[in-house]
C-alpha cells in the first residue's frame, strides 16, 4: 500500500504562482512513476502531468507546457507541481496519483487515469481573475 496526501492548494489571482506537493508514504520503494491529474466542476478529471520516479522524465498536458513544472525529491518521497501564470481555468481540484507496480505502466498512456492505483484525496486549487 502507498498512501499519498496533497497540499499547499489555495486561492490564488490570476497570474500568481501555487506549489503543490505530494508526500508518499507505506511502501514508496515500489512507487514507479507518479502523476498529477485535475478535476474542474461539473468535467471529467483530466491528466496534467507525470513523472517518471527513477530517471526523472517527464510529461505534460499541452495546456500546462511552460506554466507548470513537476519535480519529486526521491529521499523525501515528495513530488511537487509548481505552477506559475495560473488561470482562471486552472481552478480546479489537484490529485496525485502512484503506480506502484499494481498496473501496467506505459510512457505511453501514463496520461490515463487508470495507469495509477494510488490516488491522494485532493487539494482545492482556485484562480481568480
Known amino acids: 500500500q502507498v498512501q499519498l496526501v496533497e497540499s499547499g492548494g489555495g486561492l490564488v489571482q490570476a497570474g500568481g504562482s501555487l506549489r503543490l506537493s505530494c508526500a508518499a508514504s507505506?511502501?514508496?520503494?515500489?512507487?514507479?512513476?507518479m502523476g498529477w491529474f485535475r478535476q474542474a466542476p461539473g468535467k471529467e478529471r483530466e491528466f496534467v502531468t507525470r513523472?517518471?520516479?527513477?530517471?526523472?522524465?517527464?510529461y505534460y498536458t499541452d495546456s500546462v507546457k511552460g506554466r507548470f513544472t513537476i519535480s519529486r525529491d526521491t529521499a523525501k518521497n515528495t513530488m511537487y507541481l509548481q505552477m506559475n501564470s495560473l488561470k482562471p481555468e486552472d481552478t480546479a481540484v489537484y490529485y496525485c496519483?502512484?503506480?506502484?507496480?499494481?498496473?501496467?505502466?506505459?510512457?505511453?498512456?501514463?496520461?490515463?487515469?487508470?495507469?495509477?492505483?494510488?490516488w491522494g484525496q485532493g487539494t482545492q486549487v482556485t484562480v481568480s481573475s
Open positions: 513523472i517518471t520516479w527513477s530517471s526523472g522524465s517527464t
Open positions: 496519483a502512484a503506480n506502484a507496480g499494481g498496473r501496467k505502466y506505459d510512457t505511453r498512456t501514463s496520461y490515463r487515469a487508470d495507469a495509477y492505483e494510488y
Open positions: 507505506g511502501r514508496t520503494f515500489s512507487v514507479y512513476a
